[in-house]
């Protein structure tokens, strides 16, 4: 079944598949928005650029997700200072907030046309939440003076949504959401633009360490100076070195028919999206044709059981006055999580740079990520450094265990969720 962005998506560019070897500066593998940033903002550096896609351009998580901007990042700014201290999570805000205008600043310079909206609400769906959201955002204001974050109590929230299940919520006014693979598309154009190829269809299977790597696919190869690993929850084993540094996680939208210009705005008064508190989150948006496409489920494993009936129960629990609703649409993508949910920048070996497991807030942060990567490509590591000192930890049971073993700590996480 085809997802709705598939189904609503802009004129797809074609790229070939790589059948012939090539040499170039930098190779990149993988053609999310990672690998589509990096590769424009090198070229603009003036190196000479080719992207590897083992399927399609935004087959990843890029072409399928939830389509949220939120600033910041998953743990919340207070922990995020306990985990890399006072001085790299100031470097850590401001990255972030770099992250959404650059976000912006990019769909302009392209015209790329994803029906991009204001405002993100992060809604309490405990009310022990409503202490932590508060001062999430009296840290941000008191240490970056960051005021584009607005508190909506319980009562204000009926402006927002026609729902009573949340307890307040925090407002971010710099962030959004838009049609997360028609941006896609309109990178892989800039980049198609740009001149820079892209092979599709074309996996990389195997890399060839040295002084200039090179990559293998099944019929052809690229040597390069460097290599720029972006396949995220994808890469699957390319690299077994950064597997247990990620966990994918396999997470559910589905959108449902669509509901009318009168009662989308009666769900939700305002364009802001939702995302809510609970570890095993709920994030919704209603679309630019009036479709709610509604969000959550994360499994580590095989999933189980219906998951339109099991997501529609999410639903009702938000709108329980939904449930005349069709369901039109259900797809599934992976996230990349880390165990402090920070994203993981770093090399392997001198010349192959690598990033991952932006842990849900990839939209904004492939923007900064790609920047910084190119910079330190160039030579300049200072920001790429900050990203790299986050202090990871692999999750346990390695390759083979961590995924029983984190179903486990999954299930328990529900269960206090339900509590
Ligand atoms: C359902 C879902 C909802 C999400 N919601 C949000 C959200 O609302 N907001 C947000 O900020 N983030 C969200 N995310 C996360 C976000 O989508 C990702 O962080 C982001 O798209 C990562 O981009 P990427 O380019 O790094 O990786 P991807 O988009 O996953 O791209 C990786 C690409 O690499 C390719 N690849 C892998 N291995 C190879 C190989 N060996 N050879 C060649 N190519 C290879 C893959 O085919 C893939 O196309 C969500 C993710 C999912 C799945």
């Keep these: 079944m085809k997802t709705y962005y598939e189904a609503t998506a802009n004129q797809r560019p074609v790229f070939p598949s790589l059948s012939e070897d090539i040499e170039v500066d930098i190779c990149i593998i993988g053609a999310g928005y990672t690998g589509l940033i990096t590769a424009l903002e090198l070229s603009k550096k003036g190196y000479s650029v080719a992207i590897l896609e083992a399927q ?10 939830g389509g949220q901007i939120a600033t910041g990042y998953q743990p919340g700014m207070i922990q995020t200072e306990e985990i890399i201290g006072k001085e790299d999570a100031e470097s850590l805000w401001r990255f972030s907030t770099e ?36 001062r999430e955002q009296a840290h941000c204001e008191s240490r970056y003076g960051f005021s584009a974050y607005e508190w909506i109590s319980r009562e204000k929230l009926a402006d927002y949504l026609d729902s009573t299940r949340y307890h307040g919520a925090l407002l971010d006014r710099e962030g959004g959401h838009l049609h997360p693979l028609n941006y896609a598309l309109g990178l ?28 293998k696919t099944d019929y052809g190869q690229i040597t390069a100076s460097s290599i720029v690993l972006a396949g995220n929850a994808y890469l699957e084993g390319l690299v077994n070195q950064l ?37 095993n989150l709920d994030y919704f948006r209603m679309s630019a044709d009036n479709r709610l496409l509604y969000g959550g489920r994360d ?41 402090h949910l920070l994203p993981d920048f770093g090399r392997v070996g001198p010349n192959i740079y ?66």
């Design 243 to 279: 597997e247990s540094r990620i966990m994918p996680v396999r997470t559910y939208i589905m959108a449902t028919e669509p509901i009318g210009e009168a009662r989308a705005r009666h769900l939700m008064k305002t364009d802001a999206c939702v995302s809510d508190t609970n570890s």
């Design 299 to 339: 499994y580590v494993g095989d999933p189980r059981g219906d998951q339109t009936e099991l997501l529609r129960r999410h639903m009702l629990h938000t709108f329980p006055q939904l449930s005349d609703l069709n369901i039109d649409y259900i797809w599934s993508g992976k996230v990349a999580v880390t165990r």
């Design 99 to 134: 992250a959404t205008s650059l976000l912006r600043n990019r769909i302009a310079l392209h015209s790329i046309s994803c029906d991009l909206r204001d405002g993100e609400l992060y809604t309490a769906a405990k009310a022990r939440h409503v202490d932590w959201l508060k």
């Design 56 to 65: 399609t351009v935004g087959f990843g998580a890029s072409g399928r997700n």
């Design 188 to 215: 892989a154009s800039a980049v198609k633009k740009a001149n820079i190829p892209v092979f599709e269809n074309s996996r990389a299977l195997e890399i060839v360490p040295g002084s200039r790597p090179c990559v």
């Design 354 to 419: 690598y990033v991952q497991g932006y842990s849900g807030q990839g939209l904004p942060l492939s923007a900064i990520a790609a920047k910084v990567m190119a910079q330190a490509i160039a030579g300049d590591t200072e920001r790429f450094d900050v990203f790299a000192r986050i202090p990871h930890k692999p999750f346990p049971g390695g390759t083979r265990f961590r995924v029983p073993l984190l179903s486990l700590a999954m299930f328990y996480q529900r269960l206090r969720d339900l509590l």
